[in-house]
């Protein structure tokens, strides 16, 4: 039967009706594929998955409202592999309390149960690319030495830790690797030559631990926490839990000219590791000036290029930080200089930078008490500020 011109009108009439209703399924599959987890089914949840990644938010929290795409989006790629869940903290206040909770969000990655802090990027393919790694071996096998450094053209920012020997030495570092995957990528290099373990770190840097040393975990795993950061590296997605880690004290930003950030750091490497020897109680760091520009403008307060930002205060506890800033001349761009303006910060000589004084106010960390770049005054494991890097 021939459709007649008004069932002709409302098929065109529910057509775009019939589309929004598709849309409308298709963003609630998107937003469903991220667990909500409460009290009553927090315990069984973890317990029913192998492996499991908890977001604790504050709706309020502009920073958590920022990340839900990306998360959302991770949540569908990883979808009957590895499930993502989230937690309104401000609801279940004793799951945010069992947990230490301070300032959101507050990443938990669940395995077998056992909470682990969360150290991948905030955007999806970060997320995604972050979980993966902990879904497949712990140590990834290498044939040769093209291939380790085929590896290492894609380390971007990242800790790499590579042992290089005999099957022996593949069964310690796999048990070591399994036990500390947040610490960075695991490889092993079968070879016939001397054992040895290597950290890739920072600006093409390599530390080495050879001979008996490599044969004790306990020793491989003090090598790898006392080498796993340069004296002076570039913070970003990859790795700034580690740095926020060590951040108890503060911690020193060296900002360049967005085009040049990299070359610039390379040309000055000598003279922030001559600064970084004077303070080691203070991580020193550069990023990414241009990608990161909301971060550096707003938080570092840096819009003149190079500035050297100094914030002062436990980070690692979410502590109010305290910020002071120097516009620098091409005099001034060696270690004497730069360690001696450091040195009147601390001293108390230099005023305090109006502004912004939170490291995590508004991009990087909010907290528990509501509002938006406050701090809470007590640290907690999960809880350490978390920059928008």
């Not at 004497?336 to 960390?365: I, P, R």
Request: proline share 4%; aromatic share 8%.
């Amino acid at each position: 039967m021939a459709p007649t011109p008004s069932s002709v009108a409302l098929l065109l009439l529910l057509r775009p009706l019939r589309a929004a209703l598709w849309l409308f399924v298709l963003c609630r599959v998107s937003a469903e594929d991220v667990l909500t987890l409460t009290a009553d089914n927090f315990v069984a949840t973890v317990k029913a998955n192998p492996m499991i990644l908890v977001e604790f938010y504050a709706p309020w929290c502009g920073h958590c409202k920022r990340l839900a795409p990306d998360y959302e989006q991770a949540a569908n790629i990883l979808k009957g592999r590895v499930p993502l869940a989230k937690v309104d903290a401000t609801v279940e206040t004793a799951l945010a309390e069992q947990y230490k909770v301070e300032g959101y969000p507050t990443f938990y990655f669940f395995r077998h149960g056992v909470p682990e802090e969360y150290s991948g990027g905030r955007q999806s393919e970060g997320i995604v690319q972050w979980v993966e790694e902990q879904v497949g071996p712990a140590v990834k096998t290498l044939a040769s030495e093209r291939e380790l450094k085929a590896a290492l053209l894609m380390r971007g920012s990242k800790v790499y830790i590579v042992a290089k020997g005999d099957q022996a030495l593949m069964d310690i570092f796999k048990k070591l690797a399994e036990e500390h995957r947040t610490l960075g990528t695991y490889y092993h290099l079968e070879t016939e030559d001397s054992p040895l373990v290597e950290v890739h770190r920072g600006l093409d840097e390599v530390k080495q631990l050879a001979e008996a040393s490599v044969r004790d975990s306990d020793q491989v795993l003090a090598f790898i926490n006392a080498e796993m950061l340069p004296a002076f590296g570039q913070i970003g997605e990859d790795n700034y839990e580690p740095y926020l880690a060590r951040s108890g004290k503060g911690i020193i930003w060296a900002c360049f000219h967005p085009e040049s950030f990299r070359e610039d750091a390379v040309r000055h490497m000598a003279t922030f590791h001559e600064v970084a020897a004077s303070f080691p109680h203070l991580p020193v760091v550069y990023t990414d000036t241009k990608e990161y520009e909301d971060h550096v403008k707003e938080e570092l307060g840096c819009t003149e290029f190079p500035t050297l930002a100094v914030q002062l205060g436990n980070l690692t506890a979410g502590d109010t930080a305290k910020r002071y800033r120097k516009v620098l001349l091409e005099e001034e761009m060696n270690g004497k200089a730069l360690t001696s303006w450091v040195q009147s910060v601390l001293d108390g000589a230099v005023d305090e930078d109006d502004g912004l004084d939170d490291l995590d106010d508004e991009d990087d960390y909010e907290d528990a008490n509501g509002e938006d770049g406050e701090v809470a005054s007590e640290g907690g494991a999960g809880s350490a500020a978390k920059t928008e890097l």
